[in-house]
């Protein structure tokens, strides 16, 4: 058991599992760009250390860019907006995979790929480390998952609860 801030979280999945996974991943994604030139673009904060593990194991030439996303409210019923912070790369022609930690309801997700579609990317691709199928609200398509978890809450190895936990070397799931 680790305690963040004023909770208890309870050990989920270990390192040695998300390594094996995460080495199958990038095996995927070289074979499936064998030749070509994709642009990563990681999302921050969450997706640092995944990106970090998973990008060692692709050996594609490729560039890797970092984003942020900040949320502001619309007045219309689209609920939260994201906007794109940083992306210096140009975008238009180029192959995207956008490295995320966590796919939840899918609205972050589907709003990034919304605007890498409207700044022309030739293709965009999701590869995620974590899943909920049972939140998702939004269809998108994710082309790499590394494991499809439970509605559950859960910090470490990027994730954070309340700015604290990402530097766990696992994840840990909020026990019940
Ligand atoms: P979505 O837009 O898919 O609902 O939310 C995605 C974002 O919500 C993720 O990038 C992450 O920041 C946050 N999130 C969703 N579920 C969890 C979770 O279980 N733990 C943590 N730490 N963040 C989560």
Redesign the pocket.
């Given at each position: 058991m680790v305690t963040v801030k004023d909770k208890v979280f309870a050990p989920f999945i270990e390192r040695e599992a998300l390594n094996q996974r995460i080495v199958d991943m990038g095996r995927d994604i070289s074979r499936d760009y064998k030749g070509r030139n994709p642009l990563f673009v990681v999302?921050l904060n969450?997706a640092f250390m995944f990106a970090s593990d998973l990008l060692k194991g692709v050996d594609v030439l490729c560039e890797i860019s970092f984003i942020k996303l900040a949320s502001y409210e619309q007045t219309q019923s689209t609920g939260k907006v994201k906007q794109i912070l940083g992306l210096a790369e140009a975008v238009q022609g180029r192959e995207v995979i956008v490295i995320?930690?966590?796919?939840?309801?899918?609205?972050?997700?589907s709003q990034l790929i919304s605007q890498l579609k409207a700044q022309e990317a030739a293709s965009v691709e999701v590869v995620t480390l974590l899943h909920?199928p049972e939140a998702q609200k939004i269809a998108i398509d994710l082309r790499y998952v590394g494991f499809e978890i439970q509605n559950r809450?859960?910090?470490g190895y990027g994730?954070?609860?309340d700015g604290l936990g990402r530097n766990l070397d696992a994840i840990y799931v909020l026990a019940e």
């Amino acid at each position: 058991m680790v305690t963040v801030k004023d909770k208890v979280f309870a050990p989920f999945i270990e390192r040695e599992a998300l390594n094996q996974r995460i080495v199958d991943m990038g095996r995927d994604i070289s074979r499936d760009y064998k030749g070509r030139n994709p642009l990563f673009v990681v999302v921050l904060n969450g997706a640092f250390m995944f990106a970090s593990d998973l990008l060692k194991g692709v050996d594609v030439l490729c560039e890797i860019s970092f984003i942020k996303l900040a949320s502001y409210e619309q007045t219309q019923s689209t609920g939260k907006v994201k906007q794109i912070l940083g992306l210096a790369e140009a975008v238009q022609g180029r192959e995207v995979i956008v490295i995320e930690d966590i796919v939840d309801t899918g609205l972050t997700m589907s709003q990034l790929i919304s605007q890498l579609k409207a700044q022309e990317a030739a293709s965009v691709e999701v590869v995620t480390l974590l899943h909920k199928p049972e939140a998702q609200k939004i269809a998108i398509d994710l082309r790499y998952v590394g494991f499809e978890i439970q509605n559950r809450f859960v910090v470490g190895y990027g994730l954070d609860y309340d700015g604290l936990g990402r530097n766990l070397d696992a994840i840990y799931v909020l026990a019940e």
